[in-house]
């Protein structure tokens, strides 16, 4: 028997926008979101040379842009390009596009469904330009769309000598996100940092927002999936956002589908449960599952999580508007 679920309260976050269907963390995707009916969309955000908040998956530029190619001397010593490296000026004269990887020299686009790679024009953007789009559409559509920030990467912006999350936090107050009632929940891999977030960075601007501590694995925090593990996240975060199979394990089959403890400790701590990352693109769904709407129903309603990330919005609105 599957669980009575009250649809307005299972939330769809677009992770780096529609990102199924055009490059991430571009303009273009995040209005397809948008139009898409996503509750929240998401920016990871990292820090530019000249200390500008910029949107972008990866703290290096290599594998969505063409930096290779417009700044071939400016690549570190592990053969990357990073994104501090670089003042907002020159970051945008890069043509972003679909991710993809290097083979032989040549580029190899990740998702061979999406949207082709080295076509049209896309840029990179500021995190104030990605804030100014979405309060816009609210504003000229009436509709309330939230905005779900992620800090990259804090502790190698901090060994550069910036201080990402202030920056952020900074931002988000000038934009009028100052509580826990803000359409906005703010991100991160690191606990240390969210306490930081906690105690120090948001009280010293006088504000409160919803914080949530993302886990990719067990081994990372292992504390945090016992019970008082999770008492003592709720001293901090307002929810956690662990990667899926966290949730409904690997070790499912389609007769037996095995979900773990994490979804009830951490409501019974009272936190939100947004697990990512939901894709309907070949080979990326879990072999226990059929379809991408059988993975919807197993994690919404049979694990009871509260929303997910999902590169296609318009399936998981779509889903949530059918039970």
Same mark, same amino acid.
């Given at each position: ?9 299972k939330i !769809? ?8 269907y055009?490059?991430e963390?571009t303009?273009?995707a995040?209005?397809?979101a948008?139009?898409m009916?996503a ?15 910029i !949107? ?18 400016? =690549? ?7 994104a ?5 000026e020159e ?5 972003a ?18 949207f082709?790679i ?6 990179i953007?500021?995190f104030?330009?990605e804030?100014? +789009? ?9 509709s ?9 990467q804090?502790?190698f ?6 201080d990402?999350s202030s920056?952020?936090?900074s ?6 996100y100052?509580?826990k009632?803000?359409?906005l929940?703010l991100q991160?891999?690191c606990?240390?940092?969210?306490k ?5 960075i948001l ?6 927002l919803?914080l ?5 694995n ?6 945090i999936?016992?019970e ?8 901090f ?6 990667e899926k199979? +966290?949730?409904?394990?690997n ?5 037996s589908?095995?979900i773990?403890?994490l979804v009830?400790?951490?409501?019974a701590?009272?936190?939100? =449960? ?7 693109d070949?080979?990326?769904?879990p072999?226990? =599952?059929k ?14 999580v509260?929303?997910?990330f999902t ?8 889903f949530?508007q059918?039970?």
């Open positions: 028997m599957k669980k009575t679920v009250k649809v307005e309260e !769809v976050i677009a992770h780096r926008g529609a990102s199924g055009l490059p963390h303009l273009e995040k209005s397809m948008y139009a009916g509750h929240y969309i998401e920016q990871d955000v990292v820090m530019t040379k000249d200390n500008v908040p !949107v972008l998956h990866d703290i290096t530029l290599d594998r969505t842009t063409d930096v290779a190619d417009k700044f071939p001397c400016r =690549v570190r010593d592990d053969n990357r390009y990073y501090i490296d670089f003042t907002l970051i945008r004269t890069l043509s596009t679909e991710r993809f990887f290097l083979d032989e020299n040549q580029k190899i686009q990740e998702y061979k469904n999406r082709p080295n076509t049209s024009s896309f840029r953007h500021t104030e330009e804030i100014q +789009l979405i309060q816009g559409l609210n504003n000229s559509t009436g309330d769309v939230g905005i779900y920030p992620e800090i990259k804090p502790i912006h901090r060994n550069e000598g910036k990402l920056a952020i936090v931002t988000l107050k000038n934009y009028d100052k509580t009632k803000s359409k929940y991160t891999f606990f240390e940092e969210l930081i977030l906690k105690n120090e009280p010293d601007v006088g504000i409160d919803n949530i501590q993302l886990v990719d067990e081994n990372t925090y292992p504390w999936f016992e008082e593990g999770m008492q003592r996240l709720a001293n975060a307002d929810g956690i956002a662990p199979s +966290l949730i409904v394990t070790l499912s089959t389609v007769s589908i095995k773990t403890q009830r400790r951490a409501h701590a009272g936190l939100k =449960v947004h697990p990512y990352t939901y894709r309907s070949p080979g990326q769904m072999s226990y =599952v379809s991408f709407e059988e993975l919807l129903e197993k994690h919404y309603l049979d694990a009871d509260d929303g997910i590169d296609f919005p318009d399936k998981a609105t779509r949530l059918t039970i």
